[in-house]
């Protein structure tokens, strides 16, 4: 079991060569450059810019992460005053599954995402999940990037799986769309597929002078399918 927390611009680290100087600002607990057959468990993520960060790059199966598993790990408090590009968790790989895991709050003024997700197959599943404080959501399947030519055809790119889930939207939370589903980013490799959402408990908690109305679903068009 692995505890990793601080990798942000606030904090300094020193490099190999003996110099002192801050984190960057998308420092991550733990980042994954490209990897397959991986599976992070057990683990607590905390107080970094990214929580947990998995890439594919250029296009290419030599640079592809695929069959990644995050489960039963507590990943909170992460993400950065001011920066939207910096979430609990931010993905992208040939299939991708998280369940039962803990997952949230951002830290305190934080703007992100609790799960941000660029890849192909992806099952969220049996997670507790606490969309707050800032006005990020609870997930946001978005189209791939660094994986354009291989998770973009992969088929279950347009087939994803959300169940068995607890979230909790509460009072301190400024996030009026708590979900979103292929909604903005890039336009050129849309999912055009089906959300299979079900069997999940999704729990909205504030009176309308802390939050006056929260969409729970952010769809683009109408080839996708809810």
Not at 201 to 217: D, E, K, P
Request: hydrophobic share 30%; aromatic share 12%.
């Amino acid at each position: 079991n692995l505890h990793l927390q601080n990798a942000d611009s606030a904090h300094t680290l020193t490099r190999s060569d003996g110099v002192v100087t801050n984190f960057d600002s998308f420092a991550c607990a733990i980042y994954v450059e490209y990897a397959q057959h991986l599976t992070i468990r057990s683990c607590e993520l905390n107080g970094c810019c990214n929580g947990f960060f998995c890439n594919s790059k250029d296009g290419t199966t030599n640079e592809l992460s695929a069959d990644i598993l995050i489960e039963n790990c507590w990943i909170h408090d992460n993400g950065y005053p001011g920066n939207y590009g910096v979430h609990n968790i931010y993905t992208e790989a040939k299939g991708v599954t998280f369940q039962y895991n803990l997952i949230g709050p951002l830290r305190p003024g934080a703007d992100g995402e609790q799960i941000k997700d660029r890849s192909s197959g992806t099952v969220l599943r049996y997670n507790m999940m606490i969309v707050a404080p800032g006005p990020g959501t609870a997930f946001w399947f978005e189209q791939t990037q660094g994986g354009i030519g291989v998770i973009d055809v992969d088929p279950a790119y347009h087939t994803n799986f959300v169940y068995g889930n607890v979230f909790y939207n509460p009072p301190n939370s400024s996030s009026i769309q708590m979900f979103r589903y292929d909604a903005l980013g890039i336009e050129g490799q849309p999912r055009n597929g089906t959300l299979y959402f079900y069997n999940n408990t999704v729990v909205n908690h504030a009176n309308q002078s802390q939050r006056y109305g929260t969409a729970l679903f952010g769809l683009p068009s109408h080839s996708e399918v809810l």
